[in-house]
């Protein structure tokens, strides 16, 4: 997917793992994928099933990390590749906590371009309550030699693993939370078809995985 290469870049010039949850620690995060197709017409997708795009869409995420919940996005494309969407760099967590910031990628009112490869785009959204350093360092030594294939497969691995052993929380909730999806447009009082995110929240640790399909 061509357009994670210029989103790599994007992040750099500007999720889930957890260990096992604590009882009663609160992580929430809202986060949205915003499609606008070729009549500019925006929708906000729930991803309640794979997600459809067709060449020539275009895409927005937008995340907000609630209390002191730390997120993860990785993308794993149609063409085999591996991307940190989200921190922007591995060492993010290291200063002060962005508790409450609302980030869109690509930043501004940019918009990513969905080009024309058949497959899925698979997003992996993590939420923990504390810093996955483990996962830190695996990303940081992967993004200092993407071209290190064999890098590439411990860190999907390691992502894989970590899913297939975290358990969701029983009271894992999700609610529509009216946002603008670009930063140029005025917020609603009520969810609007293209302006709304999925806020997302429990009593510990959770992992989403997110599909997009094309066709």
């Known amino acids: 997917m061509s357009i994670l290469r210029k989103l790599f870049l994007s992040l750099l010039l500007t999720a889930f793992f957890a260990s096992p949850a604590r009882a009663g620690d609160q992580v929430g995060v809202a986060w ?3 499609l606008k197709d070729g009549e500019g017409q925006v929708k906000s997708l ?3 099933e794979t997600e459809r795009f067709a060449a020539g869409d275009l895409l927005r995420i937008y995340l907000q990390l609630q209390e002191k919940t730390y997120v993860y996005l990785y993308l794993h494309d149609s063409r ?3 991307y940190l969407v989200f921190p922007p760099t591995p060492d993010f967590y290291g200063g002060e906590f962005p508790a409450w910031q609302k980030f ?3 930043s501004g009112r940019g918009w990513f371009t969905l080009d024309s490869g058949n497959g899925k785009e698979r997003f992996y959204l993590l939420a923990a309550n504390h810093r996955l350093i ?3 360092g695996l ?3 992967f993004l200092m030699d993407r071209d290190d294939r064999a890098m590439q497969v411990r860190l999907l691995g390691e992502i894989n693993r970590e899913i297939a052993t975290l358990g969701q929380p ?3 909730e999700q609610s529509p939370l009216p946002v603008p999806y670009s930063t140029g447009l005025a917020g609603s009082r009520e969810p609007l078809p293209g302006s709304f995110a999925n806020q997302t929240r429990g009593d510990g640790d959770f992992s989403l995985i997110l599909e997009l399909s094309n066709p």
């Open 32 to 34: 949205a994928f915003f």
């Open 46 to 48: 729930s991803f309640d």
């Open 80 to 82: 085999g590749d591996l």
């Open 104 to 106: 869109y990628i690509p």
């Open 134 to 136: 483990g996962l830190e």
């Open 139 to 141: 990303t940081d030594q």
């Open 170 to 172: 029983a009271n894992l």
